[in-house]
């Protein structure tokens, strides 16, 4: 990737940030032939794109708003995710317990009409329970006042997965993308348009200046620090609103459906989602004042989690019952004046264009990746004078395609590249057996990280290529030191590397679990 910055004069696309809407963008530009260069600060997914409650949704409550060209928008989106990457995303059902005589044929009629907006593309109908038939599907749910319940159908991913599979396919359509680049500046031509980026390597302060006919900023809660290197008088748009999640034992819920609680004392949705093995419960709606690429729950989020699901859950989670839990922001507009409550904040993109010509993405949310990625390009092409060509994504198959893939099988998320990374541990009798037991992460995914996903610390394997530390932070840092060692093994590197990288491990973990 590095030797390609040195062979193009000038890209067509140069896209800043490498989270969702970046990643979509880079693979749509790729994917229609344009020279195509991703950049991102830290790694693909650090940000808000690995921290999401796991959903590949419409927006029940989008719905319930009257937002219908949003979740008109997301149900077809979803249907595409799915067909184009059924080894990352799969059809989950989840249960509306309901304890107020009219929620029944509120939510009922409701998610007839969820049913009936997804079209060819839905997952399956939906349809009210029986008090018997909701008990039955979820045994661990409290069954005072319980009347019945909606089932209905969303879809479920591994969001940080699915963030490295569009960087590898965006690859295999000739993109580059590459980690740990920050861009530090953008340059104009004498006519005062942006005409590409500055950029500094962070793993070896090697600095850049790269050419681009057009340059996108897709930097989610970041956008507006793009936004003032190219106008430093420009408003804020962005305002940050953190969502937190807790994760527990698959004891706490001990069903393959999940529960979504529409209302609870903040007004947010509350679920409770089976995932890998664990249940994820989330999430929080706080409006916060600065960007942090490691944002942390505040004590007053966790204590509400935990109060509201015990009061839905038989067996009431404590504290000391959280393997992890993690925060991240969403990049919502800023609000103008006197603006309403963040749940009603639009979750549509918007693609907006400065007069010097620098494209920025804002809004929207994992579900409608693709879209904002075409919508951007379509842009660029106007704005760039690129020669006209029609998006491909909506029938582009995702890197390593699987219809084969079990999702209950913790190496599902490689679909047909699976067999290639097993081959490492058969090859090399150094890297047979298990990092974690528990987790059942094996060395040779660790080694295939490294040299097949572009992997550069050990939070880049722990936290993103595995979900160890989303998983069981405590169990994350007892494969730290292995890790470190294997690593520096097959990057060249130092003892001193090895004992920086336990160091930075252990301080970012001790933010995931709960003392």
């Known amino acids: 990737m590095l030797k390609h910055l040195k062979e193009v004069d000038i890209w067509d696309v140069i896209v800043i940030g490498g989270g969702a809407s970046g990643l979509g963008t880079a693979l749509d530009s790729a994917s229609r032939g344009f020279k195509t260069l991703l950049l991102e600060q830290h790694d693909f997914a650090k940000g808000t794109s690995s921290r999401s409650t796991k959903l590949v949704h419409g927006g029940v409550r989008y719905l319930q708003q009257g937002d219908i060209s949003l979740v008109l928008e997301a149900l077809r989106e979803r249907g595409l995710m799915l067909q184009n990457a059924p080894h990352l995303v799969k059809n989950l059902s989840f249960i509306i317990p309901n304890y107020e005589w009219w929620g029944g044929p509120f939510y009922t009629v409701g998610l007839k009409m969820y049913d009936m907006m997804a079209g060819k593309l839905g997952l399956g109908p939906s349809k009210s329970l029986t008090m018997e038939e909701t008990t039955e599907s979820i045994p661990t749910l409290v069954q005072e006042g319980l009347r019945g319940g909606v089932i209905y159908h969303d879809g479920q991913f591994d969001d940080a997965r699915m963030a490295i599979s569009l960087a590898l396919t965006c690859v295999d359509y000739g993109g580059a993308v590459l980690n740990y680049m920050e861009v530090k500046g953008l340059t104009k031509d004498s006519d005062d348009l942006i005409d590409g980026v500055e950029v500094t390597d962070i793993e070896n302060g090697e600095n850049y200046t790269l050419k681009a006919k057009t340059v996108i900023n897709a930097t989610g809660v970041w956008a507006d620090r793009v936004m003032q290197m190219d106008e430093p008088d420009s408003k804020d748009m962005i305002r940050p609103s953190q969502g937190v999640h807790l994760v527990l034992d698959k004891s706490f819920l001990q069903s393959k459906h999940a529960i979504m609680i529409p209302h609870t004392s903040d007004g947010r949705v509350l679920f409770a989602v089976p995932w890998h093995n664990r249940v994820i419960v989330g999430t929080t709606d706080t409006l916060v004042n600065h960007a942090s690429l490691e944002p942390r729950a505040m004590e007053e989020e966790i204590e509400f989690i935990l109060s509201t699901a015990g009061l839905y859950l038989t067996k009431v989670p404590t504290r000391k019952d959280v393997k992890s839990v993690f925060a ?182 001790k933010g995931y679990y709960l003392d």
């Open 328 to 509: 991240g922001l969403r990049p919502l507009a800023a609000p103008q004046g006197d603006e309403k409550s963040t749940k009603e904040i639009s979750r549509h993109h918007k693609v907006l264009i400065s007069l010097s010509g620098l494209i920025t993405l804002t809004g929207g949310k994992w579900t409608t990746y693709r879209k904002m990625g075409e919508d951007a390009v379509d842009k660029a092409i106007l704005l760039a004078g690129l020669p006209e060509r029609k998006s491909i994504t909506e029938t582009l198959l995702i890197h390593s395609y699987s219809q084969h893939s079990s999702l209950d099988d913790p190496y599902s998320v490689y679909g047909t590249d699976e067999k290639a990374m097993q081959a490492i541990a058969l090859e090399h009798k150094k890297y047979e057996g298990l990092l974690s037991e528990e987790l059942q992460i094996s060395v040779a995914q660790l080694i295939w990280a490294i040299r097949e996903e572009m992997a550069r610390t050990v939070e880049d394997f722990l936290a993103r290529r595995t979900r160890a530390l989303f998983l069981d932070a405590r169990e994350s840092l007892k494969m730290c030191e292995r890790t470190a060692r294997i690593m520096a093994d097959e990057l060249g590197m130092d003892n001193a590397w090895i004992t920086n990288q336990i160091e930075l491990y252990t301080a970012l973990a």
